[in-house]
């Protein structure tokens, strides 16, 4: 499997491909009205199944009821917000294995050149199919199989190159002036939540790539093991780094919990419904992570939404970090999922989330406390290229 990371017009496509493309709660959304009672409020719905009947028995081909129901379907929940879906069956049962984080294919990050109309390898998972193959970070696939990616768009392309495990497939790529083919076995895979490393010596830093059930535990599990080797040297951690950019969200109960691990006290969340009966508030009660006194400097940009906006707005209302980036996606919607009988589900927005502060960054995003710019072709993480805001979270950082 590969998710996709590029510019904002590509970013609801990691809904289809690694997981809520900002956050979603699974939850039931409330019981709709029986089938009957339902035609008699809206009575267009009879024209609905006149006009199936009628494309059943007089278009002139052969043509599947079942998409045609299933096209309706989509075109009702697409005259909605862009955060409500359907899936089918299918598109269910790969959103919920992705939501987990381990699922089968190659395990690459990549994006779309448009340049040349290629798939770009932005990252590679350690010990993942793709590197095992010999995929690196820069490659630019250009043919699937026998798929001319200048013949697709990205969610295309990566159609064609996940799959199940235990298949292959064959990867035309350009690296450089070489052009290489190379066949790679699909396999399990298990994408990286969270990276790590030391810096300066006493410096912690952790990149969260996405909330999901793992990522509070994967936070806790670094830091812990950044902490016990900077002691294991006779020093102490002089601050943190939490690295946002980039992360789309993911589930509202991670955001909170991931939040908690900073704050002792104070809001986090609220969240409101249709109704006035349907708040909920959710309130910080540990903040035993990294210590009351470690300084904590945020990193954010315009990918960081959802759970990302989350924690960042809170940390930020309650004094507890520095935000430093540009500003944040702006998505302040919660999505509910009913799953039917079928194995299809509705992915629905049902609620809106308004930060510690109160306000609803939906369409807005949140804004750092130091604006730091970056050029239109900087990629995150690339350790071939200045990172001007990382060197300014350092800055933010007591010497």
């Keep these: 499997m590969l998710v996709l990371r590029n510019f904002r017009l590509l970013f609801a496509a990691l809904i289809m491909v690694f997981v809520a493309g900002c956050f979603s709660v699974l939850a039931q959304v409330n019981r709709p ?45 697409g005259t909605l917000d862009e955060n409500s879906s359907y899936f089918n069956a299918d598109e269910y049962q790969a959103y919920l294995e992705r939501s987990s984080g381990e699922f089968e294919g190659i395990g690459a990050l990549v994006s779309w050149d448009e340049e040349i ?12 199919p793709a590197l095992r193959a010999g995929v690196r970070r820069g490659d630019l696939i250009v043919r699937v199989d026998d798929k001319e990616t200048a013949e697709l768009d990205l969610q295309r392309a990566v159609d064609f190159i996940r799959g199940p495990a235990g298949t292959n497939v064959a990867l035309q790529i350009l690296r450089g002036e070489d052009e290489l083919n190379i066949r790679v076995a699909r396999g399990e895979v298990t994408s990286p939540v ?12 952790v990149r969260l ?45 991670e955001a909170v919990s991931v939040t908690d691990l900073f704050l002792d006290r104070g809001l986090i969340v609220e969240t409101r419904g249709r109704h006035s009966n349907q708040v909920t508030r ?22 960081s939404a959802s759970a990302s906006e989350i924690v960042s707005s809170s940390l930020k209302s309650h004094g507890r970090a520095t935000l430093v980036g540009v500003q944040s996606f702006g998505k302040g919607t919660v999505q509910g999922i009913h799953q039917f009988e079928s194995g299809a589900a509705l992915r629905l927005t049902v609620a809106r989330y308004f930060t510690a ?11 750092p406390d130091l604006i730091v710019e970056v050029p239109e072709d900087f990629r995150v993480g690339d350790p071939d290229e200045a990172d001007p805001q990382l060197e300014a979270a350092l800055g933010a950082l007591p010497s």
Aim: proline letters at 3%; charged letters at 25%.
């Design 357 to 367: 502060s109160g306000e609803l960054i939906d369409k807005v995003g949140v804004t």
């Design 117 to 128: 109309k290629a798939v770009r390898i932005d990252n590679v998972f350690d010990q993942s």
């Design 33 to 77: 009205p029986s089938s009957g009672q339902l035609a008699r409020e809206v009575p267009q719905l009879s024209h609905v199944g006149d006009v199936l009947l009628r494309l059943r028995d007089g278009y002139v081909d052969d043509v599947s009821q079942e998409a045609l129901a299933e096209a309706a379907i989509r075109g009702m929940i």
């Design 282 to 303: 959710s309130s910080a009660r540990r903040g035993q992570l990294v210590g009351r006194n470690l300084p904590l400097v945020v990193m954010i940009n315009e990918f």
């Design 209 to 253: 790539r996405i909330f999901n059930e793992r990522s509070t535990s994967s936070i806790e599990t670094a830091v812990e093991d950044m902490q016990r080797e900077i002691s294991a040297n006779g020093g102490a951690p002089r601050g943190m780094i939490l690295d946002l950019r980039n992360n789309p969200g993911g589930l509202l109960d």
């Design 194 to 205: 969270v990276t790590s490393e030391i810096l300066e010596d006493d410096v912690l830093y």
